[in-house]
């Protein structure tokens, strides 16, 4: 599976702008790519709350349905992130978009400290069948606890996508993190971080990765701004679990009520 990893430096609040870098990715992306990834809120930036009522959008807004256009004119799939407005709600999504539409939709369950109180919380986890892979996604500040990785490996994922947001002083965290979401759960997993300043002052870390299911670095960016091209060896999900298999071998499952989808979509709904 061939996966190019986005890593760009947006404006906060200027989806326009944010917007056009994206599909300039799309248009550019090698014929062979199955999926590209995004940075975390790359459509929208990160919004303050005042922000949030101007710039926010729906799942059937212009931008979302620009990048579709795109994703059904190069045959390609996409996951991008965007402040999400929800009736009077507001969530931090990320989406899995197909020629096919919207495949998976996953609201951040776990906020930073500075979204709370603006953002509510996500209220499941989420996984698809695609391409004959079981793929979830992942947001940020979720992957510094392990639950949220391995409720996904308990809905069966073998791929985990992280649209990430993360500055410094926390790169490091987030290379440690991801390192140890892949291996304890023996899938593999791909982040792709913002870098360059925003309008607060936060300097973004960059480091986006691709790491293996045996925790290893695959590829990993440095602080500028790319477009790489990344290859999973799917047979390395096998090899991992050759020997042994934590999931299998755990002995305190994760609560929640389990939802299968006629669409082969499952949900670990959070209690």
Not at 53 to 68: F, K, W
Request: net charge negative; charged share 20%; aromatic share 6%.
């Amino acid at each position: 599976m061939n996966i190019e990893l986005v890593q760009l430096a947006g404006r906060d609040g200027d989806t326009a702008y944010n917007l056009d870098r994206v599909l300039e990715a799309i248009a550019t992306c090698a014929g062979d790519t199955d999926l590209l990834v995004f940075p975390e809120t790359c459509l929208t930036g990160f919004l303050s709350a005042v922000q949030l009522a101007e710039c926010a959008e729906t799942l059937d807004g212009p931008s979302v349905q620009a990048v579709l256009q795109q994703v059904r004119e190069r045959q390609v799939a996409v996951v991008i992130g965007l402040a999400e407005r929800a009736g009077e709600h507001y969530y931090n999504s990320s989406l899995l978009l197909t020629p096919e539409g919207i495949a998976l939709h996953y609201r951040k369950t776990h906020l930073w400290p500075s979204e709370r109180g603006a953002f509510c919380p996500g209220d499941r986890f989420t996984t698809v069948l695609w391409k004959g892979l079981r793929v979830g996604i992942l947001i940020c500040y979720d992957i510094e606890l392990p639950e949220t990785a391995r409720a996904l490996a308990q809905l069966g994922a073998e791929l985990i996508i992280v649209t990430n947001g993360n500055m410094d002083p926390y790169g490091p965290v987030h290379r440690t993190a991801i390192m140890a979401r892949a291996q304890e759960n023996q899938l593999f997993a791909v982040m792709v971080n913002r870098v360059g300043e925003g309008d607060d002052g936060l300097v973004f870390a960059g480091g986006s990765a691709a790491i293996d299911p045996f925790g290893q670095v695959q590829w990993e960016a440095g602080r500028e701004a790319c477009q790489q091209r990344v290859s999973l060896d799917l047979h390395q999900l096998k090899a991992s679990r050759r020997d042994y298999h934590y999931l299998s071998d755990r002995r305190l499952p994760l609560p929640g009520e389990q939802v299968e989808h006629p669409d082969g979509r499952r949900e670990l709904l959070i209690p």
